[in-house]
Every structure is written in C-alpha cells, then in structure tokens.
C-alpha cells in the first residue's frame, strides 16, 4: 500500500516543441509542481514525442530548446517519464534515440498509468 498521501498527478503533453507555446508550458508547469515536491509523471503523446528527438535546431526558429529543460527533469526528481509506442511507431522514433530516458507503453499500459493517478493534466 502506497503510504504517500500527496495526490499524484500525470502530464500528457501533446505537441511538437516548437509550434506554439504549448510544449514549454507543459514543462513549465512539471518543473514548477517538482519544486513544490508534488509528484509528477509525464507521457509523450502524438507529435510530444518529437519533444524526445536530440538536435531540434530550435535556435533557427528563433527559440530556446526545451532539451535542456527535459534533461534537468531528473534534477528535480521527475524520473517517471513515458511514451506513447504508437505514437513513436507513427513518427518512425526509435525509443534509443531519444534524448531522455522514457518507458515506452502500448495503450492498454497507457489506461492502468492514468487509473494510478489522481490528476490528469493535458497539454
């Protein structure tokens, strides 16, 4: 029996790094609930997983990368990291190519990983 009575919660971020803000904002707000020691997983869904791919390149679009920002998730004891198999399968990503560690889950995986959390925020 888990004896931590702090509410866990999982983010699922949806979309690619760099159109739009969503992406950043994602891992602002896990970066933020980790300093206040809340626990947190994150899933990489749909094109979250292009999030995963080393040398994005972001500076000739005029932005900062956000790799920097995933590889710090450890830092702050965010180590449940997940992707979506379909989705990485979808975009022709090999799970060794990413450039964080991530378990990759089929969706019957993906189902049990929401049911053990409390709060689902999607982004």
Do not use: W
């Not at 602002?28 to 292009?50: C, W």
């Not at 965010?78 to 990413?98: N, P, Q, W, Y």
């Not at 378990?103 to 409390?118: N, P, T």
């Amino acid at each position: 029996m888990d004896t931590d009575s702090r509410k866990r919660t999982l983010l699922v971020t949806r979309h690619s790094p760099y159109r739009g803000n969503t992406a950043k904002s994602a891992l602002d707000t896990v970066l933020a609930m980790a300093v206040f020691e809340q626990p947190i997983s994150m899933l990489f869904q749909g094109e979250g997983v292009l999030q995963l791919l080393p040398d994005q390149a972001a500076e000739v679009l005029g932005r900062s990368s956000l790799l920097r920002q995933l590889e710090s998730l450890a830092l702050y004891g965010i180590d449940k990291l997940f992707v979506d198999a379909h989705s990485m399968r979808r975009f022709g990503i090999d799970l060794a190519l990413c450039s964080i560690a991530v378990s990759s889950l089929e969706e019957s995986q993906i189902r049990d990983l929401i049911l053990q959390h409390d709060t689902v925020l999607g982004f």
